[in-house]
């Protein structure tokens, strides 16, 4: 950006603007009435239980909400299915021919899915589910690239009580391999590539390297989405194409009844240790919680053309492009591709082309379209657009302003929305219709939830003040446990201040008016590009390289992705420090783990500093990854460790 515009954007944040709903909009969205958070917080339980009313149900619940802290189970006794709520409810009425899903691959290629076409696809892929063994309570692996065969498999599962386990595309086949296993998933469904800046990523050859080491799995269904150039190797026996066995499937399938408490899904996230977590979700309370939001936060109505751009492989994937808008009847735009593929305005593209009126992304792709510069968006016209929305990591006010000014031509609210894939749902958020908005601010708790920010010593912080962000009311969208872990899910979220306290991870401060200003991770979880990556995760794959004594991974500030990477690593006798071993190293992590957790920089060291009693003070570390002066060393075993460490990085750094 020029200086100019630096400037111009430093004098607006000056201003301390706040944004008021546009009368147009609010004349006509769900929520108009700020009443709307009190009654809620008198009665949770029917505020929510009125939205669980909306779908469709094949048994009444007969309690809403039990709670023996910190275990819930919400709409008690009632059944439903999942793929009925997101698809046959749909088909069988007025949607019937309304497109659900209109997708477009990054060649360039489309699919248009109606309401109706969805409810045979889906329901013939649960047949082919259930030909080859897959019985409710099973686990299903996904591991696809971002075409409609993803959401089609999960509804897929949920018809016939299968849980599904979802499995980014840009993992490795180490990262794929534990998570099947970890999850004993008996199929797994996959493609034989998919398209990402022009280049094929073979999926299925990720996957023959996985398969060596995933006994449960039994049998394996491959999508074709190439031009049949890539080599697939297919197994006698075990693997299928899938549109052979879809030719063969009925399109008609009697959908499984639910309980409300019976699992949907796992997904897996990065924690604070080295092995992510299988975060469980059940169907009941999150298609509630999911259908609320998407129509409150969003606005939703039947003639929006919505697109949310995450990847389903992550959770904003699986709750705002699949479940909450399906839920809605809304008709879903998914791009398989990069932002920047065959040019750097694809977006806007494809923002015109398809009239898109809802769009919903990340502030590290906020930001770099920022830096990317207005001769890429003013080539379209972006007027259908009337709400934008960011999620994933705090977005800096310039970024809020630009996003507000350049994409939404200062008409579309900003919804920025906190929540994590332990929460299933929106927790923290404007209501477009209502809210003031403050660039930065996610502003506040949706109705029905109730967060608090407490200090060290578990105190409630009333009115302005900092500390950490902490949620003490159940929600229907909860996690209901970690995936053969049920000590982790305890000790992990509801142990510190009392079972009957969910304690987020995050930082936050509220100011005077209430507002809630995010303010990132205060534990070992990275949050790189809005990706969850944990330190540990990333030490350890360091460490598993022969050349590699010592590892420590921190964060530092970086301008587009918010946070990067930065490695200190000693290396073992006789192991020389270069360029080349720096490369391997980066390549060795990306290799383990996936691209997303490549380290930005390596740093060696001779020494980590480490307080006397062992620990590794990773607060230093990120004070010289991040260039800034150090603070207090006397706890330090050894204060001329630092010093040498931070000298050294500097040197490396020029
Ligand atoms: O630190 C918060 C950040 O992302 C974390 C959750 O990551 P994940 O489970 O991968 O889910 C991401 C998509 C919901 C949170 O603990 N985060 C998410 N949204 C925001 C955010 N930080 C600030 N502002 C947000 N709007």
Redesign the pocket.
């Known amino acids: 950006m020029s200086q100019q515009k630096t400037a111009e954007f430093d004098d607006l944040l000056k201003e301390d603007r706040s944004f008021p709903p546009p009368a147009e909009f609010a004349r006509t969205a769900h929520v108009h009435d700020p009443a709307v958070y009190a009654q809620a917080d008198r009665d949770p339980e029917a505020f929510w239980a009125a939205f669980a009313a909306e779908l469709d149900w094949s048994r009444p619940w007969t309690r809403v909400l039990d709670w023996q802290p910190p275990h819930a189970q919400w709409f008690v006794g009632g059944q439903l299915n999942a793929s009925v709520n997101c698809v046959d409810r749909h088909a069988r009425g007025a949607r019937r021919n309304k497109a659900a899903i209109i997708w477009e691959g990054e060649p360039g290629d489309t699919r248009t899915l109606t309401y109706f076409d969805l409810y045979r696809e889906v329901s013939q892929f649960a047949n082919v589910l259930k030909s080859l063994g897959v019985r409710k309570g099973d686990r299903v692996a996904l591991y696809l690239p971002l075409i409609p065969e993803l959401a089609i498999a999960m509804l897929a599962c949920a018809r016939i009580g299968a849980v599904h386990n979802v499995i980014f595309g840009g993992f490795s086949a180490e990262s794929l391999r534990d998570r099947i296993n970890d999850a004993q998933a008996t199929l797994l469904v996959t493609a034989d590539g998919g398209y990402r800046r022009g280049q094929i990523v073979p999926l299925k050859q990720v996957a023959d390297e996985a398969l060596q080491e995933t006994p449960s799995i039994r049998h394996v269904v491959i999508v074709q989405r190439g031009d049949r150039s890539i080599p697939v190797h297919v197994m006698e026996g075990r693997d299928h194409w899938y549109h052979r066995l879809m030719q063969e499937a009925s399109a008609k399938c009697d959908p499984e009844p639910m309980d409300a408490e019976d699992l949907l899904y796992i997904l897996y996230?990065?924690g604070t240790t080295g092995k992510p977590k299988g975060i469980m979700h059940t169907t009941g309370g999150y298609l509630t919680g999911t259908y609320a939001t998407t129509k409150l936060v969003f606005d939703l109505k039947d003639e929006d053309v919505y697109w949310c751009t995450?990847d389903i492989g992550?959770?904003?994937g699986h709750s705002y492009v699949v479940y909450g808008p399906l839920a809605n009847g809304a008709t879903v735009l998914m791009y398989e591709g990069a932002p920047d593929w065959p040019d750097k305005d694809r977006f806007w593209a494809l923002v015109e082309k398809y009239g898109v009126t809802i769009f919903y992304t990340a502030?590290t792709a906020i930001r770099a379209f920022m830096r990317w510069g207005t001769e890429w968006t003013a080539r379209h016209d972006l007027s259908t657009l009337r709400l934008i929305g960011?999620?994933?990591?705090?977005?800096n006010p310039e970024a809020w302003v630009w996003y507000y000014r350049v994409i939404g031509g200062e008409r579309c609210p900003v919804v920025?929305?906190?929540?994590?894939?332990?929460?299933g749902a929106?927790m923290?958020?404007p209501l477009p219709g209502i809210t003031t908005l403050r660039p930065g601010s996610?502003s506040r708790p949706f109705p029905g939830i109730t967060a608090e920010i407490r200090n060290e010593r578990g105190e409630t912080l009333e009115g302005a003040g900092g500390g950490l962000l902490v949620l003490t009311r159940p929600w229907p969208a909860m996690l209901r446990g970690i995936y053969g872990d049920p000590d982790r899910y305890v000790r992990q979220y509801w142990n510190r201040w009392g079972t009957d306290v969910y304690v987020?991870?995050?930082g936050a401060k509220r100011d005077a008016d209430g507002n809630f200003w995010?303010?990132?991770?205060v534990d070992d979880?990275l949050?790189v590009a809005?990706?969850?990556i944990g330190t540990m995760e990333v030490e350890s794959a360091l460490v598993d390289h022969p050349s590699v004594a010592e590892a420590a991974v921190v964060g530092r500030a970086h301008e587009i992705k918010g946070q990067a990477i930065a490695a200190f690593v000693t290396l073992k006798e006789g192991q020389q420090p270069s360029k080349a071993c720096a490369d391997e190293l980066k390549a060795h992590v990306a290799h383990k783990i996936g691209a997303i957790a490549r380290p930005e920089d390596i740093l060696f060291a001779a020494d980590l500093p480490k307080t006397r009693s062992g620990k590794i003070m990773r607060r230093l570390l990120r004070d010289i990854a991040e260039g800034k002066a150090l603070g207090d060393t006397t706890t330090l075993a050894d204060p001329s460790v630092v010093a040498r460490l931070k000298s050294q990085y500097e040197g490396q750094e020029g």
Request: glycine residues 10%.
């Open positions: 996230t990065s995450a992550w959770v904003t502030p960011s999620v994933g990591e705090p977005i920025d929305t906190w929540w994590q894939t332990e929460t929106i923290i958020t996610a987020t991870g995050d995010l303010l990132g991770r979880v949050n809005g990706h969850r």
